[in-house]
């Protein structure tokens, strides 16, 4: 049986639901199965203190279901008490974002979240594949998924702007780092309403502390929207062993026409 709470972002409100699985009903969905290669104790249970395991050429090994340790980086990515160093119009947009309680939040049109905040979304883990030429990132929420290629490319120079971007990733010691860049304009860098345009580059630093804890760092840079680059907190996520992803869709936006009345015009137009 897995049991934990789903929260989702509607008009700056966190809805809690709880999602459970007995019976038959969790072992048809693979919620309670002992997953192969998992280190365990005396008593079976899995050994998140044992040391992180590694491939075959010796590289720390990422893969397996983490889920973010708290909701506090979905909501704002930056350390406590720093602020983004906004350019006048990103702080305006920030500004009524903050003051509608970000009623306008992708979520809201069913769109999903992005670069990071995909895998900050504490309700809903994600799962990692790490191939040697690709690592696959597999999103609970909305049922997305994000390629991060490590097979030697180059990020493209013109590409067509997508919601993730185009992802390469590179090995530095202990370190997995991951740039990115060629986003489209429309997703959120938190759910408290950072902007970025067409022009952020994301380097993300994944370290794999030990079976149980992961470790990820992200600097942002977008001179369109922030006069330097800056850097996240330090997010920290646990593993969910023995257990799988779950489907899960949005169906439904009927928060929509309501947040609309409540807020009347939406948001500022322009760079959203």
């Known amino acids: 049986?897995?049991?934990?709470?789903?929260?989702?972002?509607?008009?700056?409100?966190?809805?809690?639901?709880?999602?459970?699985?007995?019976?038959?009903?969790?072992?048809?969905?693979?919620?309670?199965?002992?997953?192969?290669?998992?280190?365990?104790?005396?008593?079976?249970?899995?050994?998140?203190?044992?040391?992180?395991?590694?491939?075959?050429?010796?590289?720390?090994?990422?893969?397996?279901?983490?889920?973010?340790?708290?909701?506090?980086?979905?909501?704002?990515l930056l350390p406590d008490g720093v602020?983004?160093?906004?350019?006048?119009?990103?702080?305006?947009?920030?500004?009524?974002?903050?003051?509608?309680?970000?009623?306008?939040?992708?979520?809201?049109?069913?769109?999903?979240?992005?670069?990071?905040?995909?895998m900050l979304v504490n309700g809903h883990p994600f799962k990692i594949i790490q191939t040697p030429n690709v690592m696959i990132h597999l999103y609970e929420e909305f049922h997305k998924y994000r390629q991060i290629h490590t097979d030697g490319r180059l990020l493209p120079v013109d590409p067509d702007p997508n919601w993730y971007g185009y992802s390469v990733g590179r090995w530095e010691g202990e370190t997995f780092v991951v740039d990115t860049a060629g986003f489209k304009e429309g997703s959120w860098l938190d759910n408290q309403g950072h902007p970025h345009t067409e022009a952020?580059?994301?380097?993300?630093?994944?370290?794999?502390?030990?079976?149980?804890?992961?470790?990820?760092?992200?600097?942002?840079?977008?001179?369109?929207?922030?006069?330097?680059?800056?850097?996240?907190?330090?997010?920290?996520?646990f593993v969910q062993p023995d257990t799988e992803l779950l489907e899960h869709l949005c169906d439904n936006n009927r928060d929509l026409e309501r947040l609309l009345k409540i807020w009347g015009d939406g948001p500022i137009t322009g760079r959203q």
């Open 1 to 76: 049986m897995r049991i934990r709470y789903v929260t989702a972002w509607r008009g700056g409100m966190l809805a809690a639901a709880l999602v459970c699985a007995t019976g038959g009903t969790a072992l048809a969905q693979w919620l309670s199965l002992p997953i192969p290669g998992t280190p365990r104790t005396a008593d079976g249970q899995p050994n998140l203190k044992a040391p992180a395991p590694r491939t075959a050429d010796g590289k720390p090994d990422l893969s397996g279901i983490w889920r973010a340790e708290s909701y506090r980086w979905v909501q704002n």
């Open 83 to 118: 602020a983004a160093p906004m350019l006048p119009w990103a702080a305006e947009l920030y500004k009524r974002r903050v003051e509608t309680h970000g009623y306008d939040v992708p979520m809201t049109w069913c769109m999903p979240h992005g670069v990071p905040d995909a």
């Open 200 to 237: 952020l580059r994301t380097t993300e630093r994944f370290r794999r502390v030990d079976f149980g804890y992961m470790e990820l760092e992200v600097t942002i840079d977008d001179p369109k929207a922030y006069s330097r680059p800056w850097t996240s907190a330090t997010i920290r996520f």
